[in-house]
């Protein structure tokens, strides 16, 4: 069974938003730092977003600065992406990713992944 499953993807206009959900069945959510990737079609997996373990800290790639936020509910064991002023650019498959290695900046920091949701974005 899966330790993440990721939801919320979809198709929309350029201009408009989507909420990514992220949801962990890990021993401990509260002690693992949380990222999205992204990756499209023909290109390498790109970090897009991360959030450390208590949300004192949060990183974004600059592409997403200010449309973008990243957040999580320890309660919930959730992490969860907004996405506004969404682009053509912004298509890909989103991943969720676990992890405690810091700064959580790249894929190599992650040690457990979900399976992915389409995020298509239409002119």
């Known amino acids: 069974q899966a330790q993440l499953v990721e939801s919320g993807g979809g198709l929309v206009q350029a201009g408009g938003s989507l909420r990514l959900s992220c949801a962990a069945s890990?021993?401990?959510?509260?002690?693992?730092?949380m990222g999205w990737f992204r990756q499209a079609p023909g290109k390498e997996r790109e970090f897009v977003a991360a959030i450390t373990w208590n949300s004192v800290d949060t990183f974004y790639v600059d592409s997403v600065k200010g449309r973008f936020t990243i957040s999580r509910d320890n309660a919930k064991n959730t992490m969860y992406l907004q996405m506004n002023s969404l682009k053509p650019e912004d298509t890909a498959v989103y991943y969720c990713?676990?992890?405690?290695?810091?700064?959580?900046?790249?894929?190599?920091?992650?040690?457990?992944w979900g399976q992915g949701t389409q995020v298509t974005v239409s002119l």
């Open positions: 990713a676990a992890g405690r290695a810091y700064p959580p900046t790249g894929p190599r920091d992650y040690d457990y």
């Open positions: 890990l021993r401990t959510f509260s002690g693992y730092h």
